[in-house]
């Protein structure tokens, strides 16, 4: 089996074993005080970088043949144009960049085919985003640390907010977001959910234990019960 055959077969089992799972994004907040200047060099490296391979995707002349591998782009200096090459942005980086300028394009002409009025992809002064594909690849997350590590970043950054991230969560990309406030990483995740009429049944079976006086303890066994009939998906 090659390599994109045993990638197919991957997606094919995600995706059938995330049926029974509701997407959720948290958002967790980066502590300012504890960024060292080599940190700091590094995300604002990576937003600059960012925003060279974006406009880099928006001026050429075929978005959708553009090449996501490329190592430098030509940058605006001045009155003149420069070579500048990468070495804050990983590879899956510069993928997922390129590949959203795609996903813009294609938006804006579904919006000019249904009638609507819409303009052509312009060339940004700053990017605020920074797309991070992969959880344990492109990013690392230490829940006892309360720290991210990011592709590229030899240390991790600390954070605050990850206790809000449920433990049975599966989770899936993210971005690493800069606001007027601070940064933040947004985290996608896939959480399993009982099917509805079993959440209405317990509900009402709740309801009944209340109703009949039934304590705490009580609710939790028919809690712990329920679930151990009906597991998460492996």
């Given at each position: 089996?090659?390599?994109?055959e045993?990638?197919?077969?991957a ?34 490296s ?16 075929d ?64 990017c ?20 991210i ?6 240390k ?30 947004y ?48």
């Amino acid at each position: 089996m090659t390599k994109n055959e045993k990638i197919s077969q991957a997606i094919i089992k995600t995706k059938e074993r995330r049926k029974g799972m509701t997407c959720r994004v948290f958002g967790v907040k980066v502590i300012d005080s504890k960024l060292s200047r080599e940190k700091r060099k590094h995300i604002e490296s990576l937003f600059i970088e960012a925003n060279w391979l974006r406009n880099a995707v928006v001026s050429s002349d075929d978005v959708f043949t553009f090449d996501r591998s490329v190592k430098e782009v030509s940058v605006k200096s001045g009155e003149s144009y420069e070579m500048r090459s990468f070495d804050a942005l990983s590879s899956q980086m510069k993928q997922d960049i390129v590949d959203s300028v795609k996903s813009e394009t294609k938006t804006l002409a579904t919006v000019k085919s249904n009638g609507g009025h819409a303009g052509k992809l312009k060339e940004k002064s700053c990017c605020n985003s920074i797309p991070l594909r992969q959880y344990n690849q492109t990013y690392r997350i230490d829940f006892n640390k309360s720290t991210i590590t990011i592709q590229g970043l030899r240390k991790p950054i600390k954070v605050r907010g990850l206790s809000q991230i449920p433990k049975e969560a599966e989770l899936t990309n993210a971005k690493l977001v800069r606001k007027p406030s601070g940064l933040l990483f947004y985290y996608g995740m896939v959480v399993f959910q009982l099917p509805f009429c079993i959440r209405r049944q317990i509900r009402l079976w709740q309801r009944f234990l209340a109703l009949r006086g039934g304590g705490a303890w009580t609710n939790q066994v028919f809690m712990a019960a329920v679930f151990a009939v009906v597991s998460p998906p492996s």
